[in-house]
């Protein structure tokens, strides 16, 4: 049975740091465009980044770029998200994804069921 599984969530103080991981089972996550998304009380889903199983592309939106980072480890099989210098509207519950096609898929053919972040002093 295929299942992402996210983890490292938890409370910050701003300008602190978390690692988020994607652990798969069930499929080869090397094999597949694995994106974070993150979601606020309130506010809409929103793409974070997103990392190309072809060609090792990354995305970031731009509230977080220089911030975040995206990387994969194999042997592993996760999917991590460095998250550094956090900011309070980092505030959400993460998700991971995964889609054979394309980062930018309308429907992505997997979803982990979250781990929450909340950044607040």
């Known amino acids: 049975q295929v299942q992402l599984v996210e983890s490292g969530g938890g409370l910050v103080q701003p300008r602190g740091s978390l690692t988020l991981s994607c652990a798969a089972s069930g499929l080869t996550l090397d094999h597949y465009n694995v994106a974070w998304f993150r979601q606020a009380p309130g506010k809409e889903r929103e793409r974070v980044s997103c990392i190309w199983h072809t060609s090792g592309h990354t995305y970031y939106v731009d509230s977080v770029k220089g911030r975040f980072t995206i990387a994969r480890d194999n042997a592993k099989n996760t999917v991590y998200l460095q998250m550094n210098s956090l900011k309070p509207e980092d505030t959400a519950v993460y998700y991971c994804?995964?889609?054979?096609?394309?980062?930018?898929?309308?429907?992505?053919?997997?979803w982990g069921q979250g781990t929450q972040v909340t950044v607040s002093s």
């Open positions: 994804a995964a889609d054979h096609l394309s980062c930018e898929d309308a429907d992505y053919d997997y």
